[in-house]
C-alpha cells in the first residue's frame, strides 16, 4: 500500500531525551479502518510515540504522516482529524455525560444547536451511555467513564481515533464493554491504541506492531503473528519407556525441541517442530512403534501472549 493511502507512516522516527535514546528508528504502517494494537513492555517507547504522532514532541530523526499530513508540519491540521483518549481521562465531575459531550463538541463544531444535539445523541448511543447521560460523571462506574472518553474522543467524528489503555483498571464486564465500542468505532475510524491486556488484543485487533526498547521488534497482521510466530509445538502425554523414542525423535531434521515433564506415571512432551506436514506423517509413528501407549496426541495452539514474550525476549538477546 502507498505511503499515502495509509492512516499512519513513520520512516526512521526517532526521540533522544540528551543520552537516552526512547525511540531509535521506527518504522509504522497503519491501514485504514484497522484497529492497530501497539505493544510494548514498559518503557518500550509506546508513550513517546504518542506524543510524537500527536504533535506533542518532535522527533529527533527521521518523520512521519498522518492521514497524508507531516506530523510536524500540519500538526495543528492533523489534531482536527483526530481523536485521542488518555490513559487517564479527567472530567467535570458535576456535570452530566451529555452536558460534557455537548461542551466538546462546541471545540470542533460551529453549527446549529440542533446538530450538535444529535451528534450529542449518536454518540450517546454508540457507547452504549443512553441510560446514564443525564446523571452527574462523578457517579459512573470505571467502565462508563471509559466509554465517556471513547465518546468524548470521538465526538469530532474523527478519521483516526488513538486511544492509551482503554481498558486499563477495568473488570470483566468493563473490558468488554470498551471492546465493543472500538469494534463499533472502526466501522467509522482507524483505531491505533496502547494496551498490556493482551487477550483483548486478540480479541478485537486486525494488526499488531511491538516494539521492545525503543525499536520495532515485529509489526504483522494477527494471523500472520499467530501462524507465524516460530515453530509449531505438539503435546504428547504417554505412558511407557521413553528412553529409545527420544533419542529417534530428536534426530529427525524436523524436531528443534522437546521438553519433557513427568507426573503421576504419565509423561508429557512438548515436541517442537520446523515441518508440521512432516510430524503429522511421522511423529505418531515413532512414538507408537517404540512401544509407547499415547494417551494424548495435539497441536498446541499459539496464543499472543506466548508469542509477545518470544519476541521480546530474543529482542533483548
Not at 500540519?74 to 456535570?95: K, P
Not at 510430524?279 to 505418531?284: G, I, N, P, S, V
Amino acid at each position: 500500500m502507498d505511503t499515502n493511502e495509509l492512516i499512519i507512516s513513520t520512516e526512521g522516527l526517532g526521540k533522544s531525551f540528551h543520552e537516552v535514546h526512547a525511540l531509535k528508528s521506527l518504522d509504522l504502517r497503519v491501514p485504514p479502518k484497522s484497529i492497530f494494537a501497539f505493544l510494548g513492555p514498559n518503557g518500550a517507547g509506546k508513550t513517546t510515540t504518542i506524543k510524537l504522532l500527536l504533535g506533542l514532541l518532535k522527533p529527533t530523526r527521521g518523520g512521519g504522516k498522518i492521514l497524508g499530513m507531516d506530523i510536524v508540519q500540519d500538526s495543528v491540521a492533523i489534531r482536527a482529524r483526530i481523536g485521542y483518549l488518555a490513559q487517564d481521562t479527567r472530567f467535570y465531575e458535576h456535570m452530566t455525560a451529555r452536558q460534557m459531550l455537548a461542551y466538546t463538541t462546541q471545540f470542533f463544531y460551529a453549527g446549529p444547536q440542533s446538530d450538535i444535539n444529535k451528534r450529542v445523541n449518536a454518540m450517546i448511543e454508540l457507547v452504549g451511555l443512553e441510560g446514564k447521560a443525564d446523571r452527574p460523571i462523578k457517579s459512573f462506574s470505571g467502565g462508563e467513564r471509559q466509554r465517556l472518553g471513547i465518546a468524548q474522543a470521538a465526538i469530532n467524528y474523527p478519521d483516526l481515533l488513538i486511544l492509551d489503555e482503554p481498558a486499563a483498571s477495568l473488570d470483566p464486564q468493563g473490558r468488554r464493554d470498551v471492546l465493543e465500542v472500538m469494534s463499533r468505532l472502526s466501522k467509522h475510524a482507524t483505531i491505533f491504541y496502547c494496551t498490556h491486556i493482551l487477550d483483548d488484543v486478540q480479541r478485537v485487533s486486525d494488526r499488531v506492531a511491538i516494539v521492545n526498547q525503543g525499536e520495532l521488534v515485529k509489526q504483522a497482521s494477527i494471523q500472520e503473528l499467530l501462524s507465524g510466530a516460530g515453530d509449531v509445538t505438539y503435546a504428547i502425554t504417554f505412558t511407557g519407556d521413553a528412553h529409545n523414542a527420544y533419542a529417534q525423535v530428536n534426530q529427525q531434521p524436523w524436531v528443534s525441541g522437546i521438553e519433557s515433564k513427568t507426573k503421576d506415571g504419565q509423561t508429557t512432551w512438548f515436541v517442537s517442530v520446523t515441518d508440521e506436514s512432516a510430524a503429522k506423517d511421522h511423529l505418531l509413528n515413532l512414538l507408537i512403534s517404540n512401544g509407547l501407549n499415547v494417551l494424548n496426541f495435539s497441536r498446541k495452539e499459539q496464543n499472543l501472549e506466548d508469542v509477545f514474550l518470544n519476541l521480546i525476549e530474543r529482542s533483548r538477546k
